[in-house]
């Protein structure tokens, strides 16, 4: 790996990076940088967002700046004004040292007349939104005959954005002769349209493959009922305690009301849209950096300016209109080095819309079983034990307390101590996930008969299973899970389709261990709810009509969700407290089970 002093820049800028603690270039940034410097060639750059494509074409730039000309020299061109502010920032962090040179950035929802006081004092690099750009063109304040740079930074976006004529107007009024440097995450064909209209024999350089999503990124997928979007996004975020995370809403209204509902809900949540004045959205999205926000609920254009590194999750509430927005949102997460999570919550009609992204990412979504009330209960619990665990005592100010405390917990011993001051905390969490039903129970997991990735479950491996229990005795599919892990018939057996119907169910387990299952609910002597569990082996049920000769198949009413895996013999249903309510009750969220209304026979 090369380093900035071997990519041909000066002392000052080399002095900058290091105070700023760059130590080596990222891929994009050895490539563009190099070139820029020893070429007046047109560039186009393909880079998956974080990458630092900012530093691949400013310090190429201000290496060549003529400081002693006030004239502009360059312009860059964004597509919104967060992105505009936080290019010109980074720029002038890069040109510390060196004396002359000025940025401003020129953008929508601020004075124009406090813009153009500034241009006519003379500034050599300007970063710009395409409609403030014109705007200034139109009134001759901002003169672009002479640059000779001109940089297109998320380009793809821009377009997306529907500044094509914009462009059209800024690129009219510049010289014939200058570099033009296009950089994009994505590669439409809209942009290589620009590429052939407005470039000469440029150059193609990428870091990756073009379109691609970072590496450094996992991609997760949810299923769940459209009424169970929102519970299902607070589970996410509850089953991760540490979550610092951007949630993508597809308009304003969308993300105003997620954010609205998260802080009620008592999370440190905030929402950054284009109906927030200039001045709100700087509050939140300072807010955000400085980790006073865990969440923001964000719209794809105004989280394009943010510059954030630590993001442990990205989480698409709705999946973006356009395919390439995915790799925009997924970019925010997994960047400098660090591993992330970009989560897609979808309903079983949009999970269609997941393969064209894998064929772009060249990546494929992980089905995740939506969180339980227990394992978000024990992953918050350990969190707070970790929080104990890493407090640091200020002993001169505690011990004139000590004796005081002491006495008042006399009596008390270490054991009882420690479960009382775990359920200060606990206790709010607990109560409120007591009797949380299983969300992966929903109308979108049942009645299928392919598993996530479209192959068809009722294959020759899998023995088919009767069980005479169902809804009635409260069994949904988690629970029966857990019943089957209970009897340790083998370890990471496979559990195929699962049907619960109201006074019976139905089972799949891999073949290879149909007598093991048989004999191992016969010798446990099975109970469930007061219910002896009863289970026989039933025929495979046919396409088109039930199989076996079960009467009972005949008149199957809804399914559970697809292929598992066993856990191998430790006990997987909810511990008690967090079972399921009954299908007439209220849940946690105020939602009820209204599927399972008896059918006529």
């Known amino acids: 790996m090369s380093t900035f002093n071997e990519l041909g820049l000066s002392q000052n800028v080399l002095k900058a990076l290091t105070d700023l603690g760059y130590e080596n270039p990222t891929e994009i940034q050895e490539k563009a940088i190099p070139q820029v410097l020893t070429s007046d060639q047109d560039l186009k750059a393909f880079a998956q967002t974080g990458t630092g494509k900012t530093a691949a074409f400013s310090l190429p730039i201000l290496e060549q700046i003529n400081s002693e000309d006030s004239n502009t020299q360059a312009i860059i061109l964004s597509p919104t004004r967060e992105l505009a502010i936080q290019i010109a920032k980074n720029i002038d962090e890069f040109s510390k040292y060196l004396k002359g040179v000025k940025t401003l950035a020129v953008y929508g929802g601020s004075s124009i007349e406090d813009q153009i006081k500034k241009l006519k004092k003379g500034v050599q690099i300007i970063v710009g939104t395409p409609g403030r750009t014109v705007d200034l063109i139109n009134r001759k304040q901002l003169k672009l005959s002479n640059i000779k740079w001109l940089v297109l930074d998320e380009a793809d976006e821009m377009l997306n954005m529907g500044f094509k004529d914009e462009l059209d107007k800024i690129l009219e009024v510049t010289p014939k002769h200058k570099q033009t440097l296009l950089f994009s995450a994505t590669f439409p064909k809209e942009v290589e349209s620009i590429a052939r209209n407005y470039m000469n024999n440029a150059l193609e350089i990428s870091a990756g493959k073009k379109n691609k999503g970072s590496d450094q990124v ?304 016969q010798e446990n002597d099975v109970d469930f709810e007061g219910r002896n569990v009863n289970v026989e082996i039933t025929e495979k049920k046919r396409s088109g009509r039930s199989g076996g000769g079960r009467s009972r198949d005949k008149n199957r009413k809804d399914s559970g969700s697809g292929r598992r895996r066993s856990s191998g013999g430790k006990p997987g249903s909810d511990f008690k407290g967090f079972g399921r309510k009954r299908p007439d009750s209220k849940s946690a969220f105020g939602s009820s089970d209204k599927s399972s209304k008896r059918r006529k026979r």
């Open 218 to 521: 996992s991609h997760q997928y949810y299923v769940v009922s459209e009424r169970n979007r929102y519970a299902a996004l607070k589970r996410i975020a509850d089953v991760n305690p540490d979550i610092y995370s951007i949630i993508f809403c597809r308009t304003r209204r969308e993300t105003q009301e997620v954010a609205d509902k998260l802080i009620k809900d008592g999370y440190n949540a905030d929402a950054l849209h284009g109906d927030l004045s200039q001045a709100q959205r700087d509050s939140v999205m300072q807010k955000f950096r400085k980790k006073h926000l865990q969440i923001l609920v964000a719209t794809d254009v105004a989280a394009r300016g943010l510059d954030v590194n630590d993001l442990t999750h990205v989480i698409n509430h709705k999946l973006p209109d356009q395919i390439e927005n995915y790799t925009h949102r997924s970019g925010r997460t997994g960047r400098a080095g660090k591993e992330g999570i970009s989560i897609a919550i979808v309903t079983g009609r949009e999970k269609g819309k997941l393969r064209p992204i894998e064929r772009i990412l060249g990546k494929q979504f992980v089905s995740t079983p939506i969180p339980t009330g227990k394992e978000i209960c024990q992953n918050q619990l350990l969190k707070l034990i970790d929080k104990v665990h890493d407090i640091e005592i200020n002993e001169a100010e505690i011990n004139d307390f000590l004796p005081s405390i002491y006495e008042k917990l006399e009596g008390l011993d270490r054991e009882e101590l420690i479960k009382r001051f775990v359920s200060l905390e606990f206790n709010t969490f607990l109560s409120y996930y007591q009797n949380a039903p299983d969300l992966n129970d929903s109308d979108q997991m049942r009645g299928r008969d392919s598993d996530s990735r479209g192959k068809r479950r009722d294959d020759e491996n899998m023995t088919r299973f009767f069980i005479n229990i169902g809804r009635k005795d409260k069994l949904n599919p988690a629970r029966l899970i857990g019943l089957i892990n209970e009897q340790q018939i083998a370890k990471n057996i496979e559990i195929g389709q699962i049907e619960i119907l109201d006074t019976f169910s139905f089972f799949e387990l891999d073949k290879n261990y149909k007598d093991e299952t048989i004999a191992s609910f």
